[in-house]
């Protein structure tokens, strides 16, 4: 059994995230069934198409698209062509694929805690920290997906969203090999079309100078609306406390809260523990031929 703290939220809204949604997704009991019933037959008539066509898992698109049903199918068909273009990563993919890269080597990890507004907190160790010898860039990407994949199970991240705080701390041409043109386009690509969550911020730390070469590699594929929501703030933290508030970062990015003392090992058992709902997702997206 995994720690408290390192559990998903399934099954919980707040009373204010319920006020929320409705303030900022349209959600209403009114909206929400209508809704519903129009996705499922839009889904049912788009016979290219293979989802689950339950109201948790319609919700899960709906709330991403401000519960209009023809967006969230728009979004369901991204998100396929994503998964086909990516088959060789994300079809059929399964925790133990990953298991010593997501508990061994601390690339990628959660806040144990929520931000000020409710938000999971993602943080990317893609610096020093990060030996890509022994965890190759797809295998980083792979995290990434399972770990999206659990965060749909979350209605308060459905309504609140996700933040991402990417730590270039120790950045060496190692790294910067790693994030390739290709594996720069994955990324963002997936950030954009392929998953059906809300990412509010993405929050850019401890860059050095060579990280312009990065930045380089991602530039051509950032949109203008992820545009908007990127952050640089080098070692300034009082620039990320702008968004993030002290209260709920650790030591290490400038907070009131102890250093990081968990890692991806602490929260992988949450994975196995949906592991069902993560297989499901090894099969959605276009239908078989």
Known sequence: MAEERFHLRTN???????????QELRETPEVKEKALVELRDLLH?????????????????????HWYPQSALEKMRTVAEFRKANKNLVWHLMPQDEEVAFTQHNTVNILANCDQKGRRVLVMNVGGTWDTKAV????????LYMIHIGAQLEPETQVRGAVVVMDFDGLSMSQVKALSPSFSK????????????R??????VKQPFIFKMVW????????EKLNKR??????????LHKYLSPDVLPVEYGGKLPKIDYSGKDWYPQILD???????????????Q
């Open 12 to 22: 919980y809204l707040a009373p204010e995230t319920v006020e929320l949604a409705r």
């Open 186 to 197: 994955l990324l963002l690509t997936f950030i954009q079309d392929g998953m059906p969550i």
């Open 230 to 239: 990127i952050f640089f703030h080098g070692s300034d933290m009082k620039s």
């Open 45 to 65: 008539a788009a016979t290219d198409l293979h989802y689950r066509d339950d109201d948790e898992f319609l919700t899960i698109f709906l709330r991403a698209c």
């Open 274 to 288: 949906h592991q069902k709902f993560v297989e499901d997702w090894g099969e959605f997206g276009f239908a078989k």
């Open 199 to 204: 990412l509010k911020e993405i929050h850019i």
């Open 216 to 223: 380089s590699l991602f530039k051509p594929f950032i949109r």
């Open 136 to 143: 190759s860039s797809d295998s980083l990407f792979k995290i």
